[in-house]
């Protein structure tokens, strides 16, 4: 699943694949493939994630690291500003810009999946500068911008691990999970509008339906399906605000094939139905 952000700029053509943008608060559960630095604009939240539950004040800066979920909470009127980075092509990332085994960590889920950097802490000063020159590089994109966003993607990367506000674990077996778990979640991500099956994820990534079961309540906490069905129905709610579309062209754009089923479950999940949600936006 992608992140979704308000006013953001579209992905620089490079390896980071670089967004920037304004992030949607809600109190639904969030879980992406990109990885998050956030800097709190105004106000203050609570995020929840790992089974720990963190204040974020205004101006901390925070990382998510990827494919972890995470939830909102007392958020009234916060605003929250990010840099997400997709890390789909990690091999190319890693030989040219971020060690493989810092990569593999983040990619794996083979480390600290949130850090919070507060105002007067080791390396804030650069990160909060770095965090405001790649939102201005990525928004107006200037000859070259893109070594300006390397440069300062790096140093915020460097302050994260040499000040240990995330560490690498050696948990080779989680290691292998999440691998496997990748493998699963990219092929769903490329197929969930197309009526895709547990048996047909198993028979693509080479993995047992059972342990694609396990893998999803393992480490998601949810279900196949549940995860399919949170896919589709967020890319329909996207493309309800986004386009002008004919519903029953979104629910069909969105893998479902039977307009009183997207109904029911959109309104399940959202608490209302796809006109309301359309109205209200």
Request: proline share 2%; hydrophobic share 40%.
């Amino acid at each position: 699943m992608g992140l979704e952000l308000m006013r953001s700029t579209s992905a620089s053509n490079s390896v980071f694949r670089v967004v920037c943008g304004e992030m949607v608060i809600n109190d639904k559960q969030n879980l992406h493939s990109e990885a998050v630095f956030g800097l709190v604009r105004s106000n203050k939240l609570g995020v929840s994630i790992d089974d720990q539950s963190v204040v974020l004040n205004e101006n901390d800066i925070y990382f998510i690291a990827p494919n972890r979920k995470y939830r909102f909470n007392d958020y009234e009127n916060a605003s929250v500003d990010v840099i997400s980075l997709n890390f789909s092509n990690a091999t190319a990332v890693s030989q040219d810009y971020i060690l493989q085994s810092i990569i593999r960590a983040l990619v794996n889920g083979n480390c600290s999946s949130f850090a919070k950097i507060s105002p007067g802490e080791n390396g804030y000063s650069f990160m909060h500068s770095a965090f405001a020159d790649v939102k201005k590089a990525e928004s107006e994109k200037p000859t070259y911008f893109q070594l300006q966003v390397y440069s300062k993607m790096y140093g915020m990367f460097y302050e994260l691990f040499s000040n240990n506000y995330v560490k690498i674990l050696d948990v080779e077996m989680r290691s292998k999970k999440y691998r496997a778990l990748m493998r699963v979640t990219h092929y769903i991500d490329n197929h969930y509008s197309d009526g895709v099956s547990l048996e047909e994820v198993a028979e693509a990534t080479g993995i047992s339906r059972y342990y694609v079961s396990h893998l999803f309540k393992e480490l998601m906490d949810n279900t196949f399906v549940g995860y399919v069905n949170e896919l589709r129905l967020n890319h329909a709610a996207m493309l309800l605000v986004t386009t002008d579309s004919p519903i029953i062209e979104i629910a069909s754009k969105s893998g479902f094939n039977n307009l009183s089923n997207f109904n029911r479950a959109f309104k399940m999940y959202f608490g209302k139905t796809p006109s309301a949600y359309r109205k209200g936006s």
